[in-house]
């Protein structure tokens, strides 16, 4: 039986469970010459990490009437790229654990649903019992509280699992708890400064803290790094906020 109070977890796609992040630098420029927005320099990445969606558009110069035409183009590269982008390292393990202990998963994401089948595989696929593709930007708010009502769960009952400061505020306008991911776009900084309810260093983090079992070591996160502890304690126990 789960050891938290969560009976739904509802993961993000792009950053959370997939590496898109590479993919996404080398189409982004042409992108932004298509759309006329402003490109990104190499130098500039790092800086941004720290920046939400909307500080991001604004810096970009990319006006809000353009963006499902961008959103949507972004799927269409996606679905004609030879290669599916790959899952983090430990995700499948992470997500196999989750769906065997009896979690009801979720995916809400801006991306397609054929996108994201395609890069996770069937049998990662048939973990996940609810999708809801193709959000807006600033529209996951709808979509959690959809996925909520289709399985039958209490908000309450969810937590909501992102790399990113609009998953977190989609989160908490829909009366539910957040778990920031440390690996993704946003900085790690970035993401505990809104005092997530918990700050996963690495996936398997993810099962650990709600089956209630001790992380003894320090683990190497997907990008190279090694978690701290900080973010999710040996005792496994949430932070505040």
Not at 22 to 28: D, G, I, M, S
């Amino acid at each position: 039986m789960p050891a938290t109070p969560y009976k739904l977890i509802i993961f993000d796609f792009d950053g959370t469970l997939a590496d898109t992040f590479p993919w996404f630098a080398r189409v982004l420029n042409g992108v932004a010459d298509r759309y006329r927005f402003r490109r990104i320099a190499p130098d500039e990445v790092e800086a941004l990490r720290g920046h939400s969606a909307r500080q991001l558009i604004a810096h970009l110069g990319v006006a809000r009437w353009k963006l499902p035409f961008i959103a949507r183009h972004m799927r269409q590269l996606a679905a004609s790229d030879d290669q599916p982008v790959p899952v983090f390292p430990g995700i499948d393990t992470m997500l196999r654990e989750l769906r065997r202990e009896g979690f009801v998963l979720a995916i809400v994401s801006s991306n397609s649903e054929g996108n994201i089948r395609r890069a996770l595989g069937s049998e990662l696929a048939a973990t996940f019992a609810h999708f809801a593709c193709g959000a807006g930007l600033f529209g996951k708010t709808t979509k959690f509280r959809q996925i909520a009502k289709r399985a039958g769960i209490e908000h309450r009952q969810c937590l909501c699992i992102g790399d990113e400061i609009r998953d977190f505020e989609a989160a908490s306008e829909a009366g539910m708890a957040f778990g920031a991911v440390s690996w993704g776009f946003t900085s790690p900084a970035a993401l505990q400064a809104l005092g997530p309810d918990f700050m996963f260093p690495h996936p398997d983090a993810i099962a650990a803290e709600l089956l209630g079992m001790d992380v003894q070591t320090p683990h190497t996160t997907p990008d190279g790094t090694t978690g701290k502890g900080a973010f999710v304690q040996e005792s496994a126990a949430p932070s505040s906020g």
